[in-house]
């Protein structure tokens, strides 16, 4: 078996077709984790969340993944940019929106030390804990309060706060644990988010760094998408991007996740 995780796909169906292909994958035979954001600004999201399912990938969801969901679960409306329509007009919508609420934040090989999510793991956070606040979220996505989940959707747009405190309760909670987790680039030392930056490393603000720059004394792999400025780039083997910015004219990427070989096509 072989294990590819693949970066944000953001509706690019035929690259992400092309790119199994180039692989020559088999679901009966290999593993495909998919980084989140399957949807949106791309021409075919609609295509890709079906064979994404069909696949039966593993996946994390993406700030863009819990946009769609929010269209269709709370009275959000689809913004200017967003190519989701599509979607929402299918046969399948309803079963589409019920596999996707169930995805999960983070996937995690504890026998390889491997951690996913959609933007990565802060330094304040260890494994364990990413592993339980992400567990937070989940329940209130994949559980049957459809109450609860209008009610999380409803709070999940913000900013604030942009520090993380074990004492949050309740969605202001659950929206710190979100944004950690689907939407961080740059941190401060204690963790303080800064969502006014979405270039690369050489943007970084003023007392800020890429998440990823900070020491860690753990073992563990983070494979994350989110930040296609990057162009694939850390600089530490041990922090894995895989957003190579298909959407936006780059390339499409899959990183074998035993070997970290890459392979790519183009936009």
């Not at 953001?10 to 992400?16: K, P, S, V």
């Not at 930040?227 to 850390?234: F, K, N, P, Q, R």
Request: charged residues 25%.
């Amino acid at each position: 078996m072989t294990r590819y995780a693949m970066g944000d796909l953001q509706g690019c169906y035929i690259q992400f077709q092309a790119l199994l292909d180039k692989l020559a994958y088999s679901p009966s035979r290999d593993e495909l984790w998919l980084a989140g954001d399957l949807v949106n600004r791309g021409p075919d999201s609609l295509s890709c969340l079906r064979l994404a399912r069909d696949l039966e990938a593993r996946i994390v969801l993406g700030n863009h993944d819990l946009h769609l969901l929010a269209c269709y679960y709370s009275e959000h409306l689809l913004k200017r940019k967003d190519t989701l329509r599509e979607i929402f007009e299918a046969n399948d919508c309803d079963d589409l929106m019920e596999w996707l609420r169930k995805q999960p934040l983070v996937q995690v090989d504890d026998d390889k030390k491997l951690f996913m999510s959609h933007a990565g793991l802060p330094h304040i956070w260890k494994v364990k804990k990413a592993r339980k606040y992400a567990q937070e979220v989940h329940e209130i996505l994949a559980g049957n309060d459809k109450k609860a989940l209008s009610s999380y959707f409803s709070e999940m747009y913000g900013n604030d706060p942009d520090v993380w405190d074990r004492t949050l309760t309740g969605q202001t909670r659950l929206r710190v644990i979100t944004n950690y987790l689907t939407r961080m680039r740059f941190v401060d030392q204690n963790g303080r988010l800064d969502f006014s930056v979405k270039e690369g490393v050489d943007k970084t603000p003023h007392d800020f760094k890429p998440w990823f720059a900070y020491p860690v004394t753990h073992k563990w792999v983070t494979i994350f998408g989110h930040w296609a400025a990057l162009e694939g780039h850390t600089g530490n083997r041990q922090f894995q991007a895989i957003d190579t910015g298909c959407v936006w004219g780059g390339s499409l990427t899959a990183l074998n996740i035993d070997t970290f070989e890459r392979v790519s096509v183009e936009a």
